[in-house]
């Protein structure tokens, strides 16, 4: 399913470049804000509406949804329901991995809360979800001040080649990134040596480590969450 609403998509964006750069900055500005600017049922604006910054929030997302046009707004529902469900198997991809990492009941059960922590608001499921594009042959890893809170934060991207790469480490550098650094995108990710000062990760890294689990099927679980984790999770849930 999702190789036919891409190829479609990659069509569309052909022939529509200056939509297809509203819709690539509205899909993980959507997810960050938790705001659905295709959403305009009674229920859900009352939510929006009864929230000053929320409103505002959603007026300005859904400007840019009505310049997509309704093929481009297709899209964008298209790929908001497939990837909720990509969500839901994820999350029960974890607990059937949880289960065969950890046997302690009590033990699993919190590393799944701790998942659902940073995966989740109070509430419920992130809506509207995307989740990040992890795809390239190169992984891009700096600390970096998150522009919405001032806080450092590590930031992890990927490139299809080396030079776009390393022109991205030089604009991260230019702005101030520190401990930059490029590798494989085959390579197994290093956890362990790319730190977050994030209270709900340490303690996600505490709960694992405290169940002796190994270092290659802690692995396997962190590539789930992050295979999993949208914009706004990514920046702040791990914080």
Known sequence: MLDSILFNLHKWQRKNKDKAQILNNLIPRSTYLQVDPSRTDVEYMKGIRND???SAEYDQLRAEYNKLGSEGQAFYRQMRNYFQDTYKEIMEALDIRL???????EQRKSAMAKIQEMMQKQSGTITPYFPLMRKGAYRLTYQAADPS???PERFVEYYATERKATQALQAAENAGAKET??????KRFEYENNPSPGVCRRAFLNTL????VSKEAMSEVIDLVLDAMPERSFRTGLS
């Open 52 to 54: 000053k910054e929320r």
């Open 99 to 105: 289960k065969a990492t950890i046997p302690n009941l």
């Open 209 to 212: 480590n405290g169940a002796n």
């Open 181 to 186: 650094s490029i590798t494989s995108a085959s």
């Open 149 to 151: 809170t001032g806080r």
